[in-house]
């Protein structure tokens, strides 16, 4: 029997086909670390094709989960498990992995054919290529089908069980429970008994291969990682979204309503959402990017919550109709769900390059308040933030999120509702002005201490009123075109957003000595990278300052002090360096660059290199 070890930290990735289910045996394998109380995170990579030829690298898909008995904040740089399914998806992976790593092979698809297809002449399983790992080639496509046999699938059909052995296999190896996926499987394949039973067949002769071959010396196990009290779940940062979205509309008492089009990354929100009638949510797949976002405009016309999702290619799309709820001043919460571009660009990859269209990509002066997301847990609370500024200033909200983390999970403490603090949506009742003959009526563009208008639902009595995209009047809503009645409606919707900075907390700043020369600054998803790298410095005993924005437009009020209370700030964004120029812009700051569009989270590794030697040049001045 295998001797076993206790580890504190391990990074798995499966690796196969596109058709091989490594999506599925990632998540199942997450699902029971976060069963057990292990901290996860996961980064899910897979090719834009439907199909692309099998048995090609184009067409890899891999998963890669962390998971590990203290706080982690990214998925890991390197795995130190792969599991790979094929040639294509071994070699497509191999460089990734340490030297003395593990590697878990199907042997039984490494043909003369299908190593050709990667550009491999002999096989690395046999030629000595990969001594420098610990391989175990196993024919787990054989071992699968031999289990599957008694249900009468076809050979194609029991092949695709092999997915199941594998994780069998991987749960035993490192202790991971079954009944989680067991059950998993009788419910995914409730209606086919014969693909239900053969998997579970499969994944049960996984697991009972491990427990009775030699093949491995050793097992292992991971403890649980201390967390607060509470409740948790395994969310994907789509997932968190809708229900920050949902809690926003319930804390409001408002109706949700999305108007989309399906697009990758974003379409879990749209898929999650319509399937929650059950709390009054209200739904339109529309039928392209504009009328999904106009629809939304009108549902917040109409007193619902309007919100509309959607990534990068989309976003250009609905520009003109943000800029329409700019002009009337109506909620808008818009997701844009970031991917590798230009155009279609890597459709399935994570890039955070559209930080400029948010936050100037409209024609006219058309402000909006720009938030972002830090992780996958964290989209709910964003979620519910863009909520109550929407309703509070009467205004779009533009949310950033994006691939890595709409697809990545980690653990979600869930909140009490009821702790969540209530928006008031500040419907304007009675009426607030009166016509030139002294009747009552209502003035749309009334303005509270926000500088957020009067707003009421249509078909209110007494309070009758228009809006539209030409320019109105400051206070009746009429159409105007007179010169300093614009100027001043200009400035008014600009000192509106820019006023939001007093709900906006101040920047804190991670800097465990006080006395850190360099400041690493991020936003979005850099959050994770930025977290790891930064305690790597300080462990090889070097000083180093971290923060962090949420609120891209406007940034908090203390920003400025504290981008120049450092001799140098660095800002690591997947982009070219749009969150350094607009600080650069705004604070007068000689913010540096540090840019990575690979289509990847940013390697800890290259930013803690990075850090030190910046740190290192400073010491030398």
Known sequence: MAETRSLDRVVIRFAGDSGDGMQLTGDRFTAES????????????????????????????????????????????????????????LKANLGDLPAGGVIIVDQADFTKRNLAKVGWDSDPLTDGSLDGWKVHAL????????????????????????????????????????????????????????????????FNAGHAYGETTEVFEHRYTVASAPMPSGRYRQVTGNLATAYGLMAGADRSGLQLFLGSYPITPASDILHELSRRKDVGVMTVQAEDEIAGVCAAIGASYAGALGVTTTSGPG????????????????????????????????????????????????????????????????????????????????????????????????PWRIPNLADIPAIDPGFTTEPNGTRPDGTPTFHPYVRDERLARALAIPGTPGLEHRIGGIEKNAVTGAI???????????????????????????????????????????????????????????????????????????????????????????????????????LRARYLVDVASYSRVRGLPISIAELEEHLIDQIAHLEEK
């Open 139 to 202: 024919d787990l496509s054989g071992m699968a089908a031999a289990a599957a046999k008694p249900f009468g699938l076809g050979r194609k059909e029991a092949n695709r069980t092999k997915n199941m052995f594998a994780l069998g296999l991987l749960c035993w190896l490192y202790s991971r429970e079954t009944a989680g996926t067991l059950d998993f499987l009788r419910t995914k394949f409730a209606d086919r008994p014969e693909i239900r039973d053969a998997n579970i067949a499969a």
């Open 315 to 410: 976003m250009a799309l609905k520009m003109e109709a943000i800029g329409l709820a700019v002009m009337t001043e109506l909620p808008l919460v818009v997701v844009d769900v970031q991917r590798a571009g230009p155009s279609t660009g890597m459709p399935t990859k994570t890039e955070q390059a559209d930080l400029f269209q948010a936050v100037l990509g409209r024609n006219g002066e058309a402000p909006v308040p720009v938030l972002a997301a830090q992780s996958p847990a964290d989209c709910f609370t964003t979620a519910v933030e863009a909520c109550r500024i929407a309703l509070t200033y009467r205004t779009p909200v533009i949310m950033l999120t994006d691939g890595y983390i709409a697809n990545g999970a980690e």
């Open 480 to 582: 105007s075109y007179d010169p300093d009645n614009h100027d001043a409606m200009v400035r008014t919707r600009a000192a509106k957003v820019e006023g939001i900075v007093a709900d906006i907390p101040d920047l804190e700043v991670h800097d465990p000595s006080g006395s850190a020369r360099i400041l690493v600054l991020g936003w979005g998803s850099t959050y994770g990278p930025i977290t790891a790298a930064a305690r790597r410095v300080r462990l090889r005993g070097h000083e180093v300052a971290s923060a962090h924005l949420r609120h891209l437009n406007p940034m908090p009020a203390n920003l400025g002090e504290v981008l120049r209370g450092y001799d140098r700030v660095i800002v690591p964004e997947m982009n070219l360096g749009q969150l350094a120029f607009l």
């Open 34 to 89: 976060a069963s057990l109380g292990n901290d996860i995170a996961t980064l899910p990579n897979f090719p834009a094709e439907i199909r692309a030829p099998q048995g090609t690298l184009p067409g890899v898909s891999s998963f890669q989960v962390h998971f590990a008995d203290y706080d982690i904040v990214t998925p890991g740089d390197r795995p130190d498990v792969l599991v790979a399914m094929n040639p294509a998806a």
